[in-house]
């Protein structure tokens, strides 16, 4: 495994509460399945960061070993592997999903807000 | 032997499924190769008290070396017997392939 590589993965993970890695952008997905997830994602109405492995061709070769994930995309939420589309599809359907993302995004807006008071 | 039999013979011996459909979705995609695209829908006692993860985790696992080797994209529907009961056999749709990856 290509360590600077697993680096720049662990600092995506560890910065961005909820990334997604996908294939193209939210705007112009190029492939079936992280177009789903991308529209899932969308509508649970929070921002969310995301990283176009076809543009990242390191990242596309290490992450599924350091994630023991054969497959793209994957949602990652506070540094945790969530599933693919699939399972993000599944957990949409069944209310998991927004509960997630919306508790995720709350939590972070009120650190963001604690560290703006602390100033 | 073809591809969607092996995934059926592991995924057989692996969960002794109460209910199992491979199904080929390589029509609905992008690129010449005639068993690249596959849904699966297994219904086993083996995914009681697992998580979503834990279960597709489970899965890929079991079919490591077709992934590395022959499949492109796997869609999973994993469910327990209760959870396919409520369910109704009802199993979300696959998307038809956008075929960006293969122009990249």
Request: proline share 6%; net charge negative.
């Amino acid at each position: 495994m290509s360590t600077e590589t697993i680096e720049k993965i662990k600092q995506q993970i560890a910065e961005n509460p909820i990334i997604v890695y996908m294939k193209g952008s939210p705007k112009l997905p190029s492939c079936g399945f992280s177009a789903q997830s991308a529209q899932v994602l969308m509508n649970c109405g929070e921002p969310f960061a995301y990283v176009d492995i076809l543009q990242n061709p390191d990242i596309r070769a290490e992450l599924p070993k350091y994630a023991n994930w054969p497959t793209f995309p994957q949602l990652w939420v506070e540094g945790e592997l969530i599933g693919g589309c699939d399972i993000m599809l599944e957990m949409f359907q069944q209310g998991e999903l927004q509960t997630l993302i919306a508790e995720t995004a709350a939590k972070y807006k009120d650190e963001e807000a604690e560290s703006t008071d602390a100033e | 032997m073809k591809i969607q039999t092996q995934i059926t013979d592991k995924l057989t011996s692996t969960f002794t499924p109460d209910v199992l459909d491979v199904i080929n979705e390589s029509h609905m995609h992008s690129g010449p190769a005639m068993e690249s695209h596959f849904k699966v829908v297994i219904v086993s006692d083996a995914f009681n008290g697992k998580r979503l993860i834990g279960r597709h985790r489970l899965v890929n696992e079991c079919l490591a070396k077709e992934l590395a080797e022959d499949i492109h994209a796997l869609a999973m529907h994993t469910y327990t017997p209760e959870e396919w009961v409520e369910r109704k056999d009802s199993v979300p749709l696959s998307p038809n392939c956008l075929g960006g990856s293969k122009k990249a």
